[in-house]
């Protein structure tokens, strides 16, 4: 064995999982926070100790998530090891996949290493998939999959999620590209989990706008109406009424135009439809940021409008009506009126923190990230912390560690953060979340509850403006988590459905 058994809590459904994943490829469906980790680190002892010599590669969507496993394998295991990404020189990179058994890595890394020929899966016996739900369409974990199960001389995949899918054929898909040929499902329901199930208690907080604010949203609905009047007049959706025609379907309109154009039919109609689309749909974004975020945002998103080369950028700019909602928003802004929600998270802040609880705010978008951060600044008892990700103009990977070091000694006790640490992310002593907005996605909603109440009872809020896209968005996510716990107590009682035979078949049909 290459763990330490005093370092191992014993968990009757965790023997019972890994007993039946460790000599078949498995789909592990898991609550959070209730040890998918630790199931990993027993299959991967497992496997390394019955093929000596053997490797072992640990895969996660993001790097903090990578760099979390590998700080918690690294305490486990008594032999080395190492986690790649991007940033590691390619040269590095060869040197640990050659002399370490144990590799962590995000999938983008192995992908265009397994195009360059710089790994080789041969004497890998064990593929981790964490996050399993992402496997699909063109997500580098089907194409790590297919490769691993060809080259591996003895090919054994270890899936793991808390939100599968929302339908069946997702799921199936899911079991199929990783050939997966055995299911192992547990609930918060189950008896031998449930002694396990912290609270979460969760309190929805619907909001009114204030009527100056109220005023512009609907300027900003009747721009974007007559501008699908004018969608409609150039002879798109002709045939449709125009109570049809959404965000959903022009944006559905663009990518088939420029999948026209791109095939070579650069015709006036295709290029202008174009213009009209991504025009509209930019107004949609505006009107989202004003009804719900703040009006900060929808500032500064207006601006880069105002500045943009684009062609429906230079539109947008030549629209009167839209200038003075500019106008009008930026008197609101410089008389103190904002969106009720940056008001309504210092009321629960005030409250939570005055009790020592540590709270994480998710927001959608960086922008709003920074308008809560400031919002909260000077309030008694908070220290708030911006956590995005680390595409343009975002934190290193380095600080992104150092800031979940500091938020969990107390240096800051509100985290304030995009979707990045939404997904699998533990990060102690989160007594409360707060989601900032609605989002549509069973998967990110379940990922979101589970940052809070993983070592203690947690209390989530849930912050929905009436009558804007929060309302919608907030229900079909209901309905869309309702459909997947039907499919998991489905795959519960008739596994066969979606498992598949554990060979390449799936991938040559």
């Known amino acids: 064995m290459f763990i330490s058994k005093e370092k191992i809590e014993e968990r009757e459904y965790q023997k019972n999982i890994v007993q039946s994943a460790k000599d078949s490829n498995t789909l592990v469906v898991l609550p959070t926070g209730l040890g998918k980790t630790m199931i990993s680190a027993l299959v991967m002892d497992h496997r390394l100790s019955k093929y000596e010599g053997s490797k072992a590669l640990f895969l996660a969507p993001t790097r903090p998530l990578v760099n979390q496993h590998l700080k918690t394998f690294s305490g486990l295991f008594s032999i080395p090891c190492s986690a790649v990404s991007g940033n590691t020189a390619k040269k590095d990179r060869e040197s640990i996949y050659k002399d370490y058994q144990v590799i962590f890595a995000t999938p983008q890394t192995i992908d265009h290493d397994l195009k360059s020929n710089a790994i080789n899966f041969?004497?890998?016996?064990?593929?981790?998939?964490?996050?399993?739900?992402?496997?699909?369409?063109?997500?580098?974990?089907?194409?790590?999959?297919?490769?691993?199960?060809?080259?591996?001389?003895?090919?054994?995949?270890?899936?793991?999620?808390?939100?599968?899918?929302?339908?069946?054929?997702?799921?199936?898909?899911?079991?199929?590209?990783?050939?997966?040929?055995?299911?192992?499902?547990?609930?918060?329901?189950?008896?031998?989990?449930?002694?396990?199930?912290?609270?979460?208690?969760?309190?929805?907080?619907?909001?009114?706008?204030?009527?100056?604010?109220?005023?512009?949203?609907?300027?900003?609905?009747?721009?974007?109406?007559?501008?699908?009047?004018?969608?409609?007049?150039?002879?798109f959706f002709k045939n449709t009424p125009k109570t049809r025609v959404n965000r959903t379907s022009i944006l559905m309109l663009q990518r088939s135009l420029q999948k026209q154009v791109a095939m070579g039919r650069r015709s006036f109609y295709n290029f202008r439809g174009i213009v009209l689309a991504s025009k509209i749909l930019k107004l949609y974004h505006a009107l989202s940021l004003l009804s719900t975020q703040s009006v900060q945002s929808f500032l500064k998103f207006s601006s880069s409008l105002l500045e943009g080369e684009s062609k429906a950028d230079k539109d947008i700019s030549k629209s009167a009506e839209f200038i003075d909602i500019i106008k009008k928003a930026e008197e609101l802004q410089s008389r103190g009126i904002e969106h009720p929600k940056l008001e309504e998270i210092k009321k629960i802040l005030a409250q939570e923190s005055a009790e020592g609880k540590r709270a994480i705010i998710?927001?959608?978008?960086?922008?709003?990230?920074?308008?809560?951060?400031?919002?909260?600044?000077?309030?008694?008892?908070?220290?708030?912390?911006?956590?995005?990700?680390?595409?343009?103009?975002?934190?290193?990977?380095?600080?992104?560690?150092?800031?979940?070091?500091?938020?969990?000694?107390?240096?800051?006790?509100?985290?304030?953060?995009?979707?990045?640490?939404?997904?699998?992310?533990?990060?102690?002593?989160?007594?409360?979340?707060?989601f900032y907005e609605t989002v549509p996605s069973a998967i990110r909603s379940i990922q979101r509850r589970g940052r809070v109440g993983r070592f203690n009872v947690g209390r989530i809020f849930i912050l929905i403006t009436r009558q804007t896209s929060d309302e919608s968005y907030y229900w079909a996510s209901k309905r869309k988590e309702k459909s997947m716990k039907k499919i998991v107590k489905s795959a519960k009682i008739e596994p066969i459905i979606f498992r598949q035979d554990g060979t390449l078949r799936p991938f040559y049909s």
């Open 122 to 235: 041969k004497d890998f016996s064990l593929l981790v998939v964490d996050e399993a739900h992402h496997a699909i369409g063109n997500y580098s974990y089907v194409e790590i999959a297919k490769n691993f199960l060809v080259s591996s001389m003895h090919p054994l995949v270890l899936a793991l999620t808390a939100s599968p899918a929302s339908d069946r054929e997702k799921l199936r898909l899911i079991c199929s590209n990783l050939g997966i040929s055995n299911l192992e499902i547990r609930s918060e329901d189950d008896p031998d989990v449930s002694p396990y199930i912290k609270a979460k208690l969760v309190e929805e907080r619907r909001l009114e706008m204030p009527e100056e604010l109220s005023q512009l949203v609907d300027r900003l609905e009747r721009l974007i109406s007559a501008q699908i009047d004018g969608l409609q007049t150039a002879g």
């Open 362 to 434: 998710f927001a959608q978008y960086r922008d709003t990230v920074d308008a809560i951060v400031s919002s909260l600044k000077g309030l008694p008892n908070v220290s708030p912390v911006r956590f995005i990700g680390h595409s343009k103009d975002g934190l290193s990977q380095k600080e992104q560690i150092e800031i979940i070091k500091d938020f969990e000694a107390g240096v800051y006790n509100v985290l304030v953060s995009t979707s990045v640490s939404e997904e699998g992310i533990s990060i102690k002593g989160v007594d409360i979340a707060i």
